[in-house]
């Protein structure tokens, strides 16, 4: 029995080692593929990714154990560790000579490190992002538990947990952990018409947004009431002595996203609330932990510090705060979950210093949390979020600043112009006071601030220490506190604080009502440098101006006594269809005008004034519809016989107050926001890594069924809305077939016996201008398995002599020739490996052996064939079909060379040779499998022994 067991477990490790090997090289084919394809789906847009080639991402156990893992590193000569965002989190990248698997997996050996991953970069862009191994995946609502399940498991995927608060959202992990795997399986998931979004949670630097002055000294705040100190210009600031009078922002709770938070401080301990949270090393303490924890106690310092005559004055010195410390390199699930935890808290106000590298895309799940907790919090009335614009000094396109949900602040400096280095475009909503930026002649004051508290004994004593800057120049007396603060990191909070100002005045106020208020109450403050356009009140540099804490605060106590209306939003999705002008309407319209004009004019309506039919509001501009009901979304106008007629839309509300204006003219070009919609944004940052979505048809699709037993007959029908003619419109049902031009179509799915499918099938449109716009669905075709079937191949074995004859016997050393025709298989070859029974094995269709002793042996030949048209696929692909056949059966005898006795087969072994049909084979399939066939041909060959026979089962 010893040597049964030793023949067997050698022939069983041989086969898998064989399939093992064919299994790695799948897999590496099937991710590999993806090399060329390394892309980031988010928000519509692919992002293509370049992959390092000199680096690794590593996460430390323990931040304590960085040393030793660093003399480790240098021992075994691996390479430097290095921390872009300063080591305040515990990712860190490995610079290597070439990343290479023997690098990796030498690192992997270094006590201290949790794993280690690849870096990518996203297309034309600096900033290093890192590989967690998992995806954020959001499924559509109506999918059950167990769909769910199923569907990601036939990705290859499973569920590391579920994220909290964003619907069937959650993190996965394939299960194949090679580099790529991340990338690949969210790519395949994307394109599923049940997932709603689908990407890797990369570990992406955000980086505070605030920028390091250079400039002289100051202990006075005078963003707060600027008299002049050291060349501002008096009265560049936000008015909020007069706002103090009625409130300090009591009863309001402000929250942030940032570095850290000094919560013990003098200044900020009073209004804390006593629970924080730390998403990069867990629990609920934000305070300041490592070197370059400094940010966030400025930040928050400025908004809330304390109105205790102590040190400085933040913006709502009577607003309670909470802090998430999560800066540095941190999972994009984990800084969505920043915004779950501030719902939780019930916070206000959230505001947000900092942002990811230009170019780095943002991240479904973090838009998807921001937009939740607008909608969500305060009961339904919406978080207010605010986000600075940056500091690159340029007109960027919107990223986190940019969304629809939050309120997007650049930064002036002390004499009301525009800092220097403060990003601008169509996006930005309001400006905050910050410092003038970082010439060489920058004089102008910086922000005055809390900063971590010297005698704390933390790793970072902030930006004064010890009376010292970074630079090692004079700070202020006082080391708890400091002037070398600014940047729109600066400008940001003093924006919540009047957001805090508004909503302790009327907390009944919407999100985007709070946002209205500080939009209408701004200043225009520099309007040669601004150009405020004349209908949209708006600057593409400025916003809607500096923001007036008084005038803001005014306004939420008239909202107390008038229904809690302030000015209605400014109309939307303007466009023009032939001579229609359409829009919709923003919150508070009560009524609709629309002046026109012959030429480019300037015209603001006025608050509580009336204007009628056919009145000329301005030189040249009349009033060309009216509209009472607030429900009006359309208005008909007689085109011009030549030229441009330009029309300006606006809402007003039951209060009286109008909204903003919205340009259009009759050749559809709309300036909704300070620019034309038709013109280019200028900016130094390349986007060649993003594959650009332009606005594309609108496409809808109707599919029925959507699973079921193959053969199965689907109808499709196919639709999209487009502001120009369809040119062309095509089904690609995912099978294989060729693309189908018609709109509604039946297409019927085929699967093999065994096998469940899931076609994802795809309806493209392109209009008439070349913008293109698809809509997936996927379907489910399965088919029960059954003997036999189409799969089935006929398998010629011979076994010969050396001229050719079949060989059914004879004495040791018996010399045999052994083959098979693949011929007929299902598929095409790929390997073989003969177990000839003895200890030996080959690998090649036709065999000479010599079998030098008498015995039985079972001999064996396995097969694998792969099919023609989809190539081979590992067992991971739920769509493949594994084919098992059983050969016949075949006798040879071998006597001693002396003369043995050749014994015959026993009837036992004659009835199962007739139960063989040697010339066909009998097929079975295992659903789920590969599309690969796997031939299992037992040939039995009784060797005969001194007269014994043994019989060898497998």
């Not at 690609?732 to 019927?748: A, C, I, K």
Request: aromatic share 8%; hydrophobic share 35%; with cysteine.
């Amino acid at each position: 029995m010893r040597a049964f067991d030793q023949f067997w477990s050698d022939i069983s490790r041989r086969l898998l080692a064989v399939v093992a090997a064919f299994v790695a090289t799948i897999l590496f084919f099937s991710v590999g593929a993806f090399a060329d394809d390394d892309v980031f789906r988010a928000r519509g847009k692919t992002y293509i990714l370049d992959k390092s080639t000199t680096e690794f991402g590593v996460l430390l156990a323990d931040q304590g154990e960085e040393g030793s893992v660093r003399r480790e590193m240098t021992s075994l000569g691996i390479g430097a560790l290095e921390s872009p965002d300063g080591g305040s989190s515990r990712y860190r990248i490995l610079r290597v000579g070439a990343t290479n698997s023997q690098t990796r997996d030498l690192a992997a050996t270094v006590p201290g490190l949790e794993w280690v991953r690849p870096v990518y970069r996203f297309h034309n862009t600096d900033a290093p992002v890192i590989s967690t191994g998992q995806i954020v995946v959001r499924v559509i609502d109506t999918l059950a538990q167990d769909q769910v399940a199923d569907m990601l498991s036939g990705y290859g995927v499973h569920v590391v947990r579920k994220y909290q608060g964003l619907g069937q959202t959650y993190i996965v992990a394939p299960d194949d952990d090679a580099d790529g795997a991340d990338i690949a399986a969210a790519v395949a998931l994307f394109g599923d018409g049940r997932v709603e979004y689908a990407h890797p949670d990369f570990a992406m630097l955000a980086m505070p947004k605030q920028s390091t002055p250079q400039d002289n000294f100051f202990n006075i705040q005078w963003h707060l009431n600027n008299t002049g100190q050291n060349g501002a210009t008096p009265g560049a600031d936000i008015q909020v002595l007069d706002a103090w009078a009625t409130t300090l922002g009591q009863d309001i709770r402000v929250g942030m996203l940032d570095d850290c938070c000094d919560v013990d401080h003098e200044d900020l301990r009073d209004n804390y609330i006593g629970v924080g949270q730390d998403i990069k090393e867990g629990g609920e303490d934000p305070r300041p932990k490592q070197v370059n924890d400094r940010h966030g106690t400025s930040v928050m310092g400025l908004i809330v510090a304390s109105a205790n005559s102590t040190g400085t004055r933040g913006v709502a010195p009577n607003a309670s705060f909470t802090a998430t410390r999560g800066l540095g390199f941190a999972e994009n699930s984990a800084v969505a979950s920043s915004y779950s935890f501030a719902l939780q808290q019930q916070v206000d106000v959230h505001n947000n210093s900092w942002g990811f590298a230009p170019g780095t895309p943002v991240p479904d799940v973090i838009v998807d949390a921001i937009q939740a907790v607008f909608e969500d919090g305060r009961d339904g009335k919406g978080m207010v979020v605010l986000f600075a614009t940056g500091n690159d000094g340029l007109e960027l396109p919107s990223d986190l600043s940019g969304l629809p949900w939050v309120i997007a602040v650049g930064a002036t400096n002390a004499t009301d112009l525009r800092s220097s280095y403060s990003n601008f475009g169509a996006h930005v909503s309001v400006m905050g006071p910050s410092n003038q930026g970082n010439e060489a002649n920058a004089i102008l004051p910086g922000m005055i601030t809390t900063d971590n508290t010297d005698d704390f004994g933390y790793a970072e004593p902030g930006y004064n220490f010890g009376g010292l800057n970074d630079f090692g120049l004079p700070n202020l007396s006082d080391p708890d506190y400091t002037d070398d603060f600014g940047g729109t990191s600066a400008a940001t909070p003093v924006v919540s604080g009047v957001a805090a100002l508004i909503l302790s005045v009327n907390p009944e106020l919407t999100a985007t009502q709070v946002r209205v208020i500080l939009e209408h109450t701004a200043e225009q403050v520099s309007p040669a440098d601004a150009d405020y356009n004349g209908v949209t009140s708006r600057s593409n540099s400025y916003g809607y101006g500096r923001v007036n804490a008084a005038a803001a605060v005014d306004a939420a106590t008239d909202s107390l006594t008038n229904g809690n209306l302030t000015w209605p939003d400014r109309v939307s999705d303007v466009r023009v269809l032939a001579s229609t002008l359409e829009w919709s309407l923003g919150s508070e319209a009560a009524n609709v005008i629309v002046v026109r004009s012959d030429n480019v004019f300037v015209f603001t309506p006025d608050d509580e004034a009336t204007y009628e039919m056919g009145e000329t509001v301005a030189p040249g501009v009349i009033v060309d519809f009216k509209d009472t009901t607030g429900e009006a979304a359309s208005f008909e106008f007689t085109p011009p016989d030549v030229g441009t007629t330009f029309f300006a839309i606006y809402t007003r509300n039951e209060f009286g107050r109008y909204s903003w204006g919205v340009l259009v003219d009759s050749d559809g070009n709309v300036t909704d926001s300070g620019r034309s919609d038709t013109g280019d944004i200028t900016t130094t940052v390349d986007p060649g890594g993003i594959i650009p979505i332009n606005e594309d048809p609108a496409v809808t699709i109707d599919v029925s069924p959507r699973s079921g037993k193959s053969p199965l007959t689907v109808s499709f029908q196919g639709n999209a809305l487009t502001d120009s003619e369809v040119a062309s419109s095509t089904w690609d049902f995912g099978d294989g077939s060729e693309l189908v031009e018609d709109r509604d179509v039946e297409h019927t799915y085929e699967v093999n016996d065994g096998t469940t499918r899931t076609f994802v099938a795809t309806f493209t449109v392109v209009d008439a201008e070349g913008d293109t716009g698809s809509r997936s669905i996927a379907i489910s075709v399965s088919s029960d398995a059954t003997d036999g079937g189409s799969n089935t191949g006929n398998v010629v074995v011979s076994i010969t002599d050396e001229s050719g004859d079949s060989v059914d016997a004879g004495s040791a050393p018996l010399d045999v020739r052994l083959s098979v025709n693949t011929q007929s298989l299902p598929g095409v070859f790929n390997s073989i490996l003969w177990d000839l029974g003895d200890g030996e094995t080959a690998d090649t269709l036709d065999v000479l052996h010599t079998y030098n002793s008498a015995g039985t042996f079972a001999v064996t030949a396995t097969i694998i064939t792969c099919h023609a048209t989809n190539g081979c696929r590992t067992t991971a692909n739920p769509t493949g079909t594994t084919w098992q056949t059983t050969s016949p059966v075949e006798f040879i005898s071998v006597s001693e060379p002396t003369g043995g006795v050749v014994v015959p087969p026993t009837n036992e072994d004659e009835d199962l040779a007739n139960n063989f049909d040697t010339s066909s084979l009998s097929t079975g399939r295992s659903a789920g499998g590969a599309i690969c066939g796997v031939g299992l041909m037992p040939l039995w060959l009784a060797m005969l022994g001194l007269g014994a026979v043994k019989r060898w089962n497998p």
